[in-house]
């Protein structure tokens, strides 16, 4: 193999290969080697494998000894906690093999964050690459210090954007747990070597005399401790984000999006209870992957599950506070969880959390939903909050810029108060949480993730990233106080006809109430001065209509408000219009004063007190104008009240219908005739009042089904209205893809734009460079044929000179280079034979010290004297 062979001796611990190791690596036993094993955690392949062997390693073995014997050594702790399976994954592989480390030369941390990051990117979707995962970690190097600090240890991965939590903070006793493990067949050894074609030490490939490429096996990764990881800047092995791809810089930045999406985290005192601050609010700090919860997940299912109760804040205290809730609203309100979506719509539209209601407010909301179910319409948000207007609780003084509970009042009252006064609900919380999928659905929902400015974050196969949302705010928020209270009221402008109309409805609901009778403590009603009972107006009770369990009980509570329950609450004045225990004394006095001697009847009582009413005197009938005349009922009110004979349906039943002791006089004093008229008038009056409530019901049937099909209208466009805001928002959703879409095909048109003209330009140049080109190569031919072509034939003096022709084709220039030349040549030629001579002379003299110091073939003899011939003159 290509990997360092093993050495005839069991030891290279001592040797000088591995110098450059650490102490403490170095000279580190196994424990594992002292006590025979003991303790040591074999489970070191995947399920159902038989492929691998965890060995023993002697005493003489360390964790950075050479590969020999097949195995390579890892921590204990990487199968035992970390969950390291044999074979390792491609991406395993592809990291120590990058690094040019064998797994033990990296901290147990780093094997943790190998394994994390490949598992949370299973998780997202996408494809972990070494470019994404050393652009998200960094590397760090122990160096012992002083006499060893040219020596090296672990190798630690640093997180750039911190995603995930460290495996351990502290990893203890790690060092001497380490074990050997082995490959046992073919099939595990190819995950560990592989065959290539072998190569020399230029790197030349090696081949057989017979042609083919030698062959070799090589390692997949380190199987050794190496030094040449060391022998490179730990910055080289680090990606910018200018080298990773689009695809890449995307699945990092989902993941960086992701776990930002995680509730923050709230501290806990050793009791497990929140640790608050000075002004109460819980301590928190932010959310990151729980890397060793992770990576004890056993498979797929494990691990899914642990994301999901990391994004579904399932560990209450620790990863989320969950929504909590008065025992008020529980107790007596009867809020039933999960909220019903209409209480949901108020607490999203509000942006509070239920306990930021005050509970009377809490109560209003319950009982607007269960009078809308029981007058049959549905509740909405803008009908709501044109019935109820907020009120915010702020303290004074110092603490003016804080906040506490908001409450709702009505615009129009219809609802009593839940209790005027509520004591001791400040310090009665609790904290209510979901068990299961179910109960979650109704707490969180799914939904596009989306960016900082609100973009949708898109996969690179185009789907949605989709992330948790909470269906309402869990914990207590701040950001519904940035807006003024005026802002979530609706105005009866922006409401639609419908919900005008059931508004109205509920008032019209409400005013026909009967009003309330003031009772003393003995339940006695209470008179004013006049004598007359005091009434006040009715209105919702809310208190006994949230008491209701159920549907039957709610109706029951509505019907007993229409009915009036208590008998004393039923009394009216004159409601048969003549009943009346006695008939009045004749005298004006005893009219004025009719008020004050009127008797109340109660409807049920009637037939009972007939028979003790005393006999009036017979009188004779009189004109209608004579009204002051003995035995005539003066009218006691302006208003003729008729009977309730809708809201009392058993009024006949149960009360038959019994005839005034003054009517029966008065009939009995008319003749056959009279009562004969009186009795035609009557039919004719019946006949034209049934004639009249026909005419009139025709028109109101008519009126009611133009109004039913107004209504199926409005619901048609309601709906129409709610599919054209679906439609809207996919559409700005697909516009704001699409304008991003556009900008850069402009972007690229004007580049492509700007690359025509600099093409135009180029091949405009390069047309000109060509032309001169071929300007040139002309002048060039005739330079070079201008010798041959322009020289004139020889005269005869030339020829006499040169009758061999040699200097026939030289041009000027070419004869007085050639001048120069021989003029030179003749100057060595001659100080050549003067050398020659004086060497001749001293040969011939040689008992003879000539001296030539000052001769020189350039100088002459003159009158005894050697002298430098002078200067020629110029003319």
Not at 208 to 221: L, N, Q
């Amino acid at each position: 193999m290509a990997e360092e062979q093993a050495p005839a001796s069991t030891s290279n611990v001592d040797g000088d290969d591995y110098a450059w190791v650490a102490d403490e690596p170095r000279t580190t036993i196994s424990k594992f080697s002292l006590n025979g094993g003991d303790g040591m955690f074999r489970t070191v392949q995947r399920p159902s494998m038989d492929d691998w062997k965890a060995c023993i390693p002697n005493t003489s073995r360390r964790i950075c000894s050479k590969f020999q014997w097949g195995s390579f050594p890892m921590y204990q702790i990487a199968f035992e906690h970390m969950e390291y399976r044999l074979p390792f994954s491609d991406f395993e592989v592809a990291v120590f093999r990058y690094l040019h480390l064998t797994p033990s030369q990296l901290h147990p941390n780093s094997l943790a964050f190998i394994r994390a990051f490949e598992m949370t990117a299973a998780y997202l979707g996408f494809m972990p690459t070494i470019p994404l995962f050393f652009h998200a970690f960094h590397l760090q190097r122990s160096r012992p210090k002083g006499d060893a600090a040219n020596k090296f240890g672990w190798v630690s991965l640093k997180q750039s954007v911190k995603l995930f939590e460290m495996f351990l903070e502290s990893v203890r006793g790690f060092k001497d747990s380490y074990f050997f493990v082995k490959p046992l067949n073919s099939v595990s050894w190819q995950s560990v070597i592989y065959r290539g074609p072998a190569n020399d030490a230029t790197g030349a490939q090696l081949v057989c005399p017979d042609g083919r490429p030698v062959m070799e096996d090589y390692s997949r990764f380190p199987l050794s401790w190496r030094k040449s990881h060391y022998l490179k800047p730990a910055s080289d092995f680090i990606y910018s984000a200018e080298e990773l791809t689009v695809e890449e810089l995307s699945n990092y930045e989902q993941m960086k999006v992701f776990v930002s999406g995680f509730p923050r985290k709230y501290y806990e005192d050793e009791d497990g209870n929140p640790v608050l601050d000075e002004m109460g609010v819980p301590v928190t700090k932010k959310t990151f992957i729980d890397t060793k919860k992770l990576l004890a997940s056993k498979n797929v299912a494990e691990m899914e599950a642990c994301f999901s109760m990391l994004v579904m804040l399932y560990f209450i205290f620790v990863v989320y506070i969950y929504e909590f809730s008065f025992l008020i609203a529980f107790e007596h309100m009867g809020y039933i969880l999960p909220f019903s979506d209409f209480e949901v719509a108020v607490f999203r539209y509000l942006h509070l959390t239920p306990s930021q209601l005050h509970p009377n407010s809490l109560a209003f909301i319950r009982a607007f939903e269960m009078t809308a179910a029981y007058l049959g319409f549905m509740p909405t948000i803008p009908l709501f909050f044109h019935a109820f207007h907020l009120q915010r609780s702020r303290p004074k003084g110092h603490a003016a810029n804080k906040f506490g509970w908001v409450s709702l009042k009505q615009s129009v009252k219809l609802f009593e108060m839940f209790l005027e006064s509520i004591r001791s609900f400040k310090d009665s919380y609790f904290f209510v949480k979901p068990l299961n999928s179910v109960s979650w659905q109704s707490v969180i929902y799914r939904g596009p993730a989306k960016d900082a400015t609100g973009a949708q974050l898109v996969c690179p196969d185009g789907r949605p990233v989709m992330e948790d949302y909470s269906r309402f705010p869990l914990s207590w928020r701040k950001s519904h106080y940035l807006k003024p209270a005026s802002d979530f009221i609706y105005s009866a402008e922006e409401l639609t006809v419908e919900e005008l109309s059931n508004y109205e409805q509920m008032k019209v609901f409400v005013s026909g109430f009967p009003r309330k009778y003031y009772e003393d403590e003995d339940g006695n009603p209470v008179l004013d001065e006049m004598g007359v009972s005091v009434t006040k107006k009715t209105f919702i009770d809310t208190k006994k209509l949230l008491a209701s369990k159920n549907v039957a009980e709610m109706e029951a509570c509505f019907t007993k408000l229409r009915k009036s329950k208590a008998a004393k609450e039923k009394r009216q004045a004159a409601v048969l219009g003549s009943s009346s225990t006695a008939a009045p004394s004749p005298g004006g006095d005893d009219i004025d004063n009719a008020r004050g001697n009127t008797v109340i009847v109660d409807l049920e009582d009637t037939v009972a007190n007939a028979d003790n009413q005393s006999r009036p005197a017979k009188i004779a009938r009189v004109d209608q104008g004579n009204t002051s005349a003995t035995g005539q009922i003066l009218p006691t009110s302006s208003k003729f009240v008729l009977p309730p004979a809708i809201g009392s349906p058993d009024l006949v039943r149960k009360s038959p219908v019994a005839l005034s002791d003054a009517e029966k006089a008065i009939m009995s004093d008319m003749g056959p005739e009279a009562l004969k008229n009186e009795l035609a008038d009557a039919m004719v009056a019946a006949f034209k009042l049934m004639e009249i409530s026909s005419l009139l019901n025709g028109r109101e049937c008519k009126y009611l089904e133009e109004r039913d099909a107004a209504r199926e209208e409005a619901v048609l466009a309601n709906q129409k209205l709610e599919q054209a805001r679906v439609n809207h928002a996919a559409y700005k959703g697909k516009y704001t893809l699409q304008a991003g879409l556009v900008t850069k095909l402009a972007e690229k048109e004007t580049e492509a734009v700007r690359l025509v003209g600099e093409k135009v330009e180029l091949e405009g140049k390069i047309k000109d460079l060509t032309t001169e080109k071929e300007t040139l190569e002309g002048k060039m031919r005739d330079l070079e044929s201008r010798p041959c072509s322009s020289g004139t034939a020889p005269d005869a003096d030339e020829l006499v000179v040169d009758s061999n022709g040699e200097y026939k084709g030289f041009t000027r220039a070419a004869l007085v280079s050639r001048i120069f030349e021989l003029e030179a040549q003749q100057l060595d030629i001659a100080k050549s034979c003067f050398d020659n001579a004086v060497a001749q002379l001293m040969v011939l003299n040689p008992g003879a010290d000539l001296v030539v110091a000052d001769a020189s073939e350039l100088k002459e003899v003159h009158d005894g004297v050697i002298v430098s011939p002078p200067p020629e003159e110029e003319d």
